[in-house]
DNA sequence: GCCAACGTTGGC
DNA sequence: GCCAACGTTGGC
C-alpha cells in the first residue's frame, strides 16, 4: 500500500509548526483528537505516510509545512487521565476510545497557502477539508496535493 | 465578537 | 430512534 497523505489542524497558538520544528526527529504526538471521523482516519495512518500541516483559528489560515507519521496508531492514554484536557469519562483501560500517531516535522514552507487560496483555485472544491470544515483531520487525494504544491510553486515564484 | 455549521448528549 | 438543546470549531 503505498503511503497516504493527510491535512492536519493544529490552532498556532496552541502548537505551531514551529513548535513542531523545535521538536526535532522526536517528533509530538498528535493526540486529543476528539472526534470519530478524525479518529477513524488517524487509525488508518501508516508509517511515511505525509502530512500537510494546517494553521486555523489564526489570522491567515493556511497550510504551512509538511510533516511525517513516524509511528503507527497507538491509544490516546491522556483519555485515562483525569487530569488531563483530554481525558473521557467513557474511555477504560479495556476500551480507549480515542488513537494517537507521532508525527516529524518535513518542511516550513516560505510562502503558506491559504484557505482562501484553497477556495479560489476552483480544483479543490471536493477537498474534505473545504466540504468539511471542522473535521481536524482530513485525506488529501494525489490530485489534491499536486493542486496544493502548484499553488505554493506559484506563491514562491511571486515572491520577492 | 459574531455566527454558521455541525457533532454530541440525553430525555422521551 | 428521534430530536431539541447544547457545546465546539473556525472563518470572518
Given amino acids: 500500500m503505498t ?6 489542524k493544529t490552532e498556532p497558538d496552541q502548537f505551531s509548526i514551529a513548535d ?13 483528537i476528539r472526534n ?7 487509525r488508518t495512518m501508516q508509517l511515511d505516510d505525509l502530512a500537510l500541516i494546517y494553521h486555523s483559528g489564526c489570522s491567515l489560515p493556511a497550510i504551512v509545512g509538511t510533516a511525517r507519521v513516524i509511528s503507527i ?19 477504560s483501560t479495556s476500551n480507549v ?10 518542511q516550513l514552507w516560505s510562502q503558506p497557502v491559504t484557505l ?3 477556495k479560489a483555485s476552483g480544483e479543490l472544491a471536493d477537498m474534505t477539508i473545504l466540504r468539511q470544515a471542522r ?3 482530513a485525506p488529501v487525494l494525489d490530485v489534491e496535493l499536486r ?6 510553486a506559484q506563491n514562491e515564484a511571486a515572491s520577492p
Fill in 116 to 118: 482562501a487560496q484553497l
Fill in 97 to 106: 476510545r480515542w488513537s494517537a500517531v507521532d508525527i516529524q516535522f518535513s
Fill in 36 to 42: 470519530y471521523q478524525a479518529r477513524n482516519f488517524l
Fill in 3 to 8: 503511503a497516504s497523505i493527510w491535512l492536519l
Fill in 73 to 91: 496508531p497507538y491509544e490516546d492514554l491522556d483519555a485515562l487521565n483525569p487530569a488531563s484536557p483530554y481525558f473521557d469519562a467513557k474511555s
Fill in 20 to 32: 513542531l520544528a523545535s521538536r526535532g526527529i522526536a517528533g509530538e504526538r498528535w493526540n486529543g
Fill in 147 to 152: 493542486v496544493i504544491l502548484a499553488l505554493l
Fill in 135 to 137: 473535521l481536524s483531520i
